[in-house]
């Protein structure tokens, strides 16, 4: 599986937009990259995920890089509830055998200060 | 809709016991996975089944099993527990055709 790079810590303070690196520096071109959290005490939540163009939906946004070898979640405006675990994660395209598999790294702890 | 629910919450068990746990997925979804979270190793892929089929395996040793049901609901099986399986479980389940899992709260395992 291609491997990902996070910042092992970040902080930020509340209502500040926060963006959270990450390198996937050997990216395959059929890899999705996909952004989950965990919150203290709960499974994994879905944050976004995209393979070429930045993204947008209610939570936040991804932005790609043109080759492809790093991507940075943004959160537009932090707020406390978004402290939690961000981890940044390839997945192989539909049809690929290892495509039901989420091969998560140590991720990104991400403190907001009121 | 209902989430993925996971029981037991919570679970003490015995040094070479057997253990069970369940996942429910969210209705629909007919892939299941589970993984496994400690301090030390952090979240891991144990296996992921797909109509009753395992679909795909991590690299953990033959005590640790699963399957599936026909409603999709799945089990998965750890024999003669060792201390360091102490750990929080995970289920997800992911639509038809999506890429999007959504995960359950877990089931807490100590091995005491």
């Known amino acids: 599986d291609a491997k990902t790079t996070q910042p092992n810590s970040m902080e930020s303070n509340e209502e500040e937009p926060v963006h959270l690196p990450c390198n996937h520096s050997t990216i395959s071109g059929t890899d999705y990259i996909h952004w989950y959290r965990q919150l203290p005490s709960q499974g994994p939540e879905y944050v976004i995920h995209g393979l070429t163009s930045n993204v947008n939906n209610r939570m936040a946004s991804l932005a790609i890089a043109e080759d492809r070898k790093s991507s940075t979640l943004i959160l537009h405006r932090a707020t406390l509830r978004d402290a939690a675990v961000y981890y940044c994660?390839?997945?192989?395209?539909?049809?690929?055998?290892?495509?039901?598999?989420?091969?998560f790294g140590q991720g990104t702890i991400l403190t907001v200060h009121p | 809709k209902a989430g993925v629910t996971q029981t037991p919450r919570y679970l003490i068990k015995t040094r070479g016991q057997q253990v069970t746990l369940s996942c429910s997925p969210i209705?629909?979804?007919?892939?299941v996975s589970w993984y496994q979270q400690t301090p030390g190793q952090g979240l891991q892929f144990l296996f992921e089944?797909?109509?009753?089929?395992?679909?795909n395996k991590g690299n953990f040793p033959g005590r640790f099993s699963g399957r599936q049901f026909s409603n999709s609901r799945s089990e998965m099986n750890v024999s003669t527990l060792e201390l360091g399986d102490s750990a929080l479980y995970l289920c997800?389940?992911?639509?038809?055709?999506?890429?999007?899992?959504?995960f359950g709260q877990g089931t807490r395992l100590t091995v005491v």
């Open positions: 089944y797909f109509s009753e089929t395992q679909r």
């Open positions: 997800a389940s992911r639509p038809p055709g999506r890429s999007k899992a959504f």
């Open positions: 209705s629909g979804h007919r892939s």
């Open positions: 994660i390839l997945r192989a395209n539909a049809g690929g055998t290892s495509y039901g598999k989420l091969t």
